[in-house]
């Protein structure tokens, strides 16, 4: 189910660009959250503490305690978390959603695919992992940190979707026939195109006059 994390946050003033930068440059990451009609507020996080308080969990399922200036703590998801495109490590802002245990939320949560396919072990066969995440309906506390799938008995052709997913509790929200994952026949090598014969090389063509014009020509 759900791990809790502890998150320490304080609140934040400025907002803006110039500022998220003046905060990222001191170690910080400017964030809001938001939730249950109360208006978003503005706050900003440690780096380094959240980023080794996530450090390990499956993010969008993870139920973080957040404590805003030593306030007792509120239930909250991962809406959004945006990173930096050239390292991936820095966190540039994050999005928190507030949560009531007695609520049932929309989440999405990753598939594992377990074992090898009989198509893939003994035909050369190839797997293509179409949905790697599914979305459910489920009470913050439920949140499964990730939903396994047994491939094993595939053969070639063979594919199993939502509906194969066994989900403990909740409901799926995604289309139960939507397909998760299939196995492909291997690909046919492709022969290699015969290499045309080189043509062989023309000789130079020698153009002369007949001899009694040459002689034609010196007497004159």
């Keep these: 189910m759900a791990e809790q994390v502890a998150v320490a946050a304080e609140r934040r003033d400025e907002t803006g660009k110039g500022a998220a930068r003046t905060l990222r440059r001191a170690g910080k990451i400017p964030a809001v959250i938001y939730g249950h009609g109360r208006e978003p507020e503005a706050l900003v996080l440690d780096a380094t503490a959240f980023g080794r308080a996530i450090q390990g969990h499956a993010v969008s399922s993870t139920i973080l305690d957040v404590s805003v200036a030593g306030a007792a703590p509120v239930k909250a998801l ?7 495109t050239l390292r991936a490590d820095t966190i540039l802002h994050v999005d928190l959603y507030e949560v009531r245990a007695d609520e049932a939320i929309l989440v999405e949560v990753p598939i594992h ?7 893939v072990r003994n035909h050369g066969g190839v797997v293509d992992h179409s949905l790697r995440v599914v979305e459910i309906r489920v009470l913050p506390t439920e949140i499964p940190e990730f939903l396994e ?27 139960a ?26 000789e130079p063509e020698l153009i002369r006059k007949p001899k009694a014009e040459d002689e034609a020509e010196t007497k004159e």
């Design 78 to 84: 991962v809406r959004e978390m945006q990173r930096d």
């Design 113 to 119: 695919l377990v074992g090898i396919p009989d198509g």
């Design 149 to 175: 799938l047994d491939v094993t008995a595939l053969g070639i052709g063979d594919h199993l979707s939502v509906a194969d997913l066994v989900l403990p509790t909740g409901e799926f929200e995604t289309d």
């Design 177 to 202: 026939e939507t397909v998760v994952c299939s196995v492909l026949a291997p690909r046919a090598e492709e022969a290699p195109a015969p290499v045309a014969a080189e043509a062989p090389t023309a």
